[in-house]
Nanobody, 121 residues
């Protein structure tokens, strides 16, 4: 079992930055890859970034490439999503999720409760 708790969401003006954190507990953190997702009202959930167990492999959605950075600290059992140059269309609930593998398999077994990010224009 893995428990995930996101934090760091909030209200920010367009062009601003936020850093989301995802604290994990339970199973050893380095045993699984991580992903960050978002879902806006009326839209499908979108994976915005993923990272393998070591941080050596990362993937980004085209919509956030060059603006968002995913990272992890295995010693702290925490994943991060640094979001820069935020746009109103980034407004959504952001979720972190634990992959079933330590590489990016795309199959996520555990999810956090989500944190709201609102970007005002």
């Amino acid at each position: 079992q893995v428990q995930l708790v996101e934090s760091g969401g909030g209200l920010v003006q367009a062009g601003g930055s936020l850093r989301l954190s995802c604290a994990a507990s339970g199973r050893t953190f380095r045993y699984y890859a991580m992903g960050w997702f978002r879902q806006a009202p009326g839209k499908e959930r979108e994976r915005v970034a993923a990272i393998n167990w070591s941080g050596g492999t990362v993937q980004y959605a085209d919509s956030v490439k060059g603006r968002f950075t995913i990272s992890r600290d295995n010693n702290k059992a925490t994943a991060y999503l640094q979001m820069n140059s935020l746009k109103p269309e980034d407004t959504a609930v952001y979720y972190c999720a634990a992959d079933s593998k330590n590489w990016i398999s795309g199959q996520y077994d555990y999810w956090g409760q989500g944190t709201q990010v609102t970007v005002s224009s």
